[in-house]
T-cell receptor
Framework: DTEVTQTPKHLVMGMTNKKSLKCEQH?????MYWYKQKAKKPPELMFV???????INESVPSRFSPECPNSSLLNLHLHALQPEDSALYLC????????????FGQGTRLTVV | GDSVTQMEGPVTLSEEAFLTINCTYT??????LFWYVQYPGEGLQLLLK?????DKGSNKGFEATYRKETTSFHLEKGSVQVSDSAVYFC????????????FGTGTKLQVIP
């Protein structure tokens, strides 16, 4: 199983809503990542978790709140988002932070209205 | 810092044409190099990789050779199909681990029947 599964696939939310994105992998990977990808741009790193601990936060606004409840699961909690936060949110995982290769999920297409 | 430069797109080819997408990089040390493919509305899939100079990565008819002397990792395919239409990202991972991966800006490929 080399899959990273993200849910939901699509999400539309208002600026006052609270929602969560979910990412799951069962490859025994100990590093997990959140990326944000705007249209026609490459992915931009948001957060890195290593052994369930947050190790990198790329100066992401606090309206994005990551959580890693266990080694297989990564959540991204969203609150009071802005329309410019609309993007494709990608999750990835790798064996550990030192790995040369990561596996990506299919992404969640988020639209903030 | 590290950087990846890809040719601007879109690249439009007829089916069965030869494909080259140029990628050059700047990095210290001995990075690993990757090509990712992103089909419309989907996440990133690893297409191929090379971890040291003169390595050739190959997958699904695509090839790329890690050329340290020219700092290049050009993607090639001898005969493209309509199903190859996607955005292709060249990426570099230095020895510091995956969280430091640098993506190119992406090249959109359109293959017409």
């Amino acid at each position: 199983d080399t899959e990273v599964t993200q849910t939901p696939k699509h999400l539309v939310m208002g600026m006052t809503n609270k929602k969560s994105l979910k990412c799951e992998q069962h490859m025994g990977h100990r590093a997990m990542y959140w990326y944000k990808q705007k249209a026609k741009k490459p992915p931009e790193l948001m957060f890195v978790y290593s052994y369930e601990k947050l190790s990198i936060n790329e100066s992401v606004p606090s309206r994005f709140s990551p959580e890693c409840p266990n080694s297989s699961l990564l959540n991204l909690h969203l609150h009071a988002l802005q329309p410019e936060d609309s993007a494709l949110y990608l999750c990835a995982s790798s064996q550990d932070r030192g790995s040369r290769e990561a596996f990506f999920g299919q992404g969640t297409r988020l639209t903030v209205v | 810092g590290d950087s990846v430069t890809q040719m601007e797109g879109p690249v439009t080819l007829s089916e069965e044409a030869f494909l080259t997408i140029n990628c050059t990089y700047t990095a210290t040390g001995y990075p690993s190099l990757f090509w990712y493919v992103q089909y419309p509305g989907e996440g990133l899939q690893l297409l191929l990789k090379a971890t040291k100079a003169d390595d050739k990565g190959s997958n699904k008819g695509f090839e790329a050779t890690y050329r340290k002397e020219t700092t290049s990792f050009h993607l090639e395919k001898g005969s493209v199909q309509v199903s190859d239409s996607a955005v292709y990202f060249c990426a570099l991972n230095p020895s510091g681990g995956y969280q430091k991966v640098t993506f190119g800006t992406g090249t959109k490929l359109q293959v017409i029947p």
